[in-house]
């Protein structure tokens, strides 16, 4: 937990800057109705590291994610090695461990014009399944928050998010085809796409329904022809509830050939991405 | 390991099941022949399909090829061995409304393994 334990304030405020408002105004009551960087400021001047670094386990399921499901080839391999260095920050049961990296960026602020380097506390869950390996990440900012007060010129990431998957193949850990599991949720009408990208014979092809519209339900002829093709990166949104008027706003991104999913919306139910992943690996 | 007869039983199998696999085999380009297109023709898991597709591959039926994907999912470049894929390809990205050729290097970008049928078993 040196990472955790070592952090600033800077740092701790970017850290809680990740959860939503309301999950951190529930753990921290004293600071309803505070503006939501105020309350990250005012928990991160607490320096309570332990508290923090509980929360952050609590409520990982809540927040913006990317999620790779790596098959095993290799058993041994850690996907640790693809990313930045980290430190562990607890293993709550069997299989689950979270850890705590470091994000380098290079930051250019003005007046006078100056070179920062900012590190970003990354939080990391890995899961290990049998043969299955699933790694999840924060959605990182392009530019980490300034809090400087001095203009901002642009900030450079120096940990290329692309590279990862293909570092990970060299690790033994590519990742795995959930092309089945995820078109098992569509055939059960659990989910629709209003964005489909998917790979035909000798072309890429994508479609983008008007209104938002679902290509299941709106072009039935379409979508029996393209769930037997490889998916790419795709829009899904739950199926319409009445009792959660709201639900269908949080779309999903998966591509299911590579064995990714994206979910970018914050999400209240804890159970929601874990849910989305667990019925996909069930079916796939 | 399946023998080619074999293999081609478990396709034709399958083929007499259902006339609906009739039409997806028949639609399907064996100069293009992805897991997930087996795996959707079989109904069966995806393991299974990598594995008559690699059954296929060491039989001499099919041969492996890679495509390079560049990041919206378009092919770049086509090889027949991930040891001659050169260290960067041409993409496209749309810039204000305009297309514009962007290098990408390979390492950053996704690799899509699919199969062709060897001709003279064809």
């Given amino acids: 937990m040196a990472r955790l334990e070592h952090a600033t304030v800077e740092q701790l405020r ?23 960087e105020d309350a990250c400021e005012i928990i991160a001047r607490t320096g309570d590291h332990a508290r923090i670094g509980t929360f952050l386990m609590a409520n990982f399921a809540h927040c913006r994610q990317h999620v790779l499901l790596l098959s095993r080839q290799n058993m041994q391999s850690d996907p640790l090695a693809a990313l930045p260095p980290s430190d562990a920050l607890g293993q709550p ?20 014009v100056e070179e920062v380097q900012v590190n970003v506390l990354w939080p990391i869950k890995i899961e290990q399944q049998d043969e299955i ?28 998010e692309k590279k990862l998957a293909s570092d990970l193949v060299n690790l033994g850990l ?25 790979k035909e014979s000798e072309s890429t092809y994508t479609v983008d329904m008007d209104d938002g ?4 339900d709106t072009k039935p002829e379409a979508y029996v022809e393209i769930v037997k093709k490889p998916l790419l990166n795709t829009n899904f949104r739950p199926q319409e509830d009445p009792e959660d008027p709201e639900k269908t706003q949080k779309i999903f991104q998966a591509n299911p050939t590579f064995g990714r999913l994206g979910f970018t919306s914050y999400s209240d139910d804890p159970g929601d991405t874990d849910a989305v992943i667990k019925a996909i690996l069930q079916n796939n | 390991m399946l023998s080619s007869k074999r293999f081609f039983r478990i396709i034709s199998d399958h083929l007499v099941a259902t006339p609906a696999r009739l039409k997806v085999l028949s639609a ?19 393991w299974i399909a ?71 078993t064809a």
């Avoid at chain 1, 990296?101 to 602020?109: H, K, Q, R, T, W």
């Avoid at chain 1, 590519?174 to 998917?198: E, Q, S």
């Avoid at chain 1, 519209?213 to 299941?216: A, N, P, S, T, Y």
């Fill in chain 1, 14 to 36: 970017r850290l809680l800057e990740f959860f939503p408002a309301p999950k951190l105004k529930s753990e921290w009551p004293g600071l309803k109705g505070q503006k939501k």
């Fill in chain 1, 133 to 160: 390996t699933l790694l999840r990440t924060f959605v990182l900012e392009r530019d980490p928050n300034n809090y400087s007060g001095r203009p901002l010129l642009k900030a450079v990431r120096n940990f290329d």
């Fill in chain 2, 28 to 46: 399907l380009d064996t100069q293009r022949i992805y897991v997930e297109n087996v795996r959707a023709f079989l109904g069966t898991s995806t």
């Fill in chain 1, 93 to 112: 049961h069997g299989g689950v461990s979270y850890h705590l990296a470091s994000v380098p960026y290079s930051v250019y602020l003005l007046d006078p």
């Fill in chain 1, 174 to 198: 590519p990742g795995l085809d959930i092309n089945k599991g995820v078109k098992f949720l569509w055939d059960m009408k659990a989910v629709d796409a209003p964005r489909v990208r998917y």
């Fill in chain 1, 213 to 216: 519209k679902g290509l299941r």
């Fill in chain 2, 50 to 120: 990598r594995q008559i597709c690699e059954t296929a591959v060491r039989q001499g039926l099919f041969v492996k090829r890679v495509q390079i994907l560049c990041p919206d999912g378009a092919v770049a470049l086509t090889v027949d061995d991930e040891k001659a894929v050169p260290d960067e390809v041409q993409c496209w990205r749309e810039v204000d409304g305009e297309l514009e050729p962007v290098s990408e290097r390979t390492e950053r970008l996704d690799r899509l393994e699919f199969y062709q049928l060897v001709r003279s």
